[in-house]
């Protein structure tokens, strides 16, 4: 649910419940209750607060993966990758240079093999 997204996430940035509540501007009460799912459904204001201090987009807090698949524990990571990308001050065209240094490297790879 949208409460154990946001603990997750919380933890996995290394952010207390008080610094979250204090940068998104909601009480502590209130978030803590949020990420023991005894507020089961905030406002979507305070989705986006708390989405934009965890550098998420808010679609990213409400899903709900009932598969039990690490598919999602996947798109989680990726997606956090992407975001301290940008937490670090990389750019567009910067993420393009490393796309064409991941398809050399991938071009190699396939082409040592045939090398040998």
Known sequence: MIGSNISKLRKRKGMTLTELAERAGVAKSYLSNLERNLHQ????????????????????????DKSGSGEQQLEDEWLELINEMKVSGIDKEQIEEYRTLIKF???QKENSGKNE
Do not use: H, Y
């Open 41 to 64: 459904n905030p406002s979507i204001n305070v989705i986006e607060k708390i989405a934009m201090v965890l550098g998420v987009e808010v679609k990213f807090l409400i899903k709900t």
């Open 105 to 107: 490297i991938k071009w």
